[in-house]
């Protein structure tokens, strides 16, 4: 029973480097998620996914691209990173709209200097 | 757009004194949801609240959903050294997407 598997666990980013987060899931979920967690602000929602095919901006989404080709995968890229970017980024899936409880990956810590 | 407040934002307690935090959202809300994050963990599903003033206990915990369904308290009796993390409520927007609070971090004090 993996669930929510995200990679890598840590990164360090140089400002302008481009990456991909990736989060798999092994549940089924039609929906998945991106949140980033910064001290004192919480959660706040990047890029979200309803099913394959179909994605859809948060809170923040400025700096971030996704895409959802399978209902497994739900990549998180950034295009061009910055330190404003450094933070906790956790994906999450869910069975309903957020009607039902969410599964999170581990996180991943990114870093950029 | 849709804001859902936690107070407070830091708590520290004794050992056995109890807690309590509060969400409360700009929004009407269709449910509130509750997760507990443990230091350098992830967040993992606690509760969901659905109806107006639902009450639901697990344990210590109780969980409460507001008559007006915009806020929401979780209270734990006589706290352990276990229960140390930093507890969310979230809450679905218009479009059914979850918005988490900003979180109240637990310390307890042995």
């Known amino acids: 029973n993996a669930g929510v598997t995200q990679t890598p666990k840590f990164q360090v980013l140089k400002t302008g480097q481009s990456m991909t987060l990736q989060c798999a899931q092994d549940m089924n979920h039609e929906y998945m998620s991106w949140y980033r967690q910064d001290p004192g602000m919480g959660l706040r929602l990047i890029h979200y996914s309803v099913g394959a095919g179909i994605t859809d901006q948060g809170e923040v989404p400025n700096g971030y691209n996704v895409s959802r080709s399978t209902t497994e995968d739900f990549p998180l890229r950034l295009l061009s990173a910055a330190p404003s970017q450094t933070s906790v980024y956790f994906c999450?899936?869910?069975?309903?709209?957020?009607?039902?409880?969410?599964?999170f990956g581990q996180g991943t810590r990114l870093t950029v200097v | 757009g849709q804001q859902v407040m936690q107070i407070p934002q830091y708590q520290h307690v004794q050992e056995g004194e109890d807690f309590t935090t509060y969400c409360n959202s700009s929004t009407t809300l269709s449910n509130i949801q509750w997760y507990k994050q443990r230091p350098g963990g992830h967040p993992v599903f606690l509760i969901q609240l659905v109806k107006s003033g639902e009450v639901k206990k697990q344990k210590r915990l109780t969980f409460q959903f507001g008559e007006a369904k915009k806020n929401s308290s979780l209270h734990i009796t006589a706290t352990q050294t276990t229960d140390v993390g930093t507890y969310f409520c979230?809450?679905?927007?218009?479009?059914?997407?979850?918005?988490f609070g900003t979180g109240t971090s637990l310390t307890v004090i042995p």
């Open positions: 979230a809450g679905p927007n218009t479009g059914n997407q979850f918005y």
């Open positions: 999450a899936s869910s069975y309903g709209r957020g009607s039902t409880e969410a599964f």
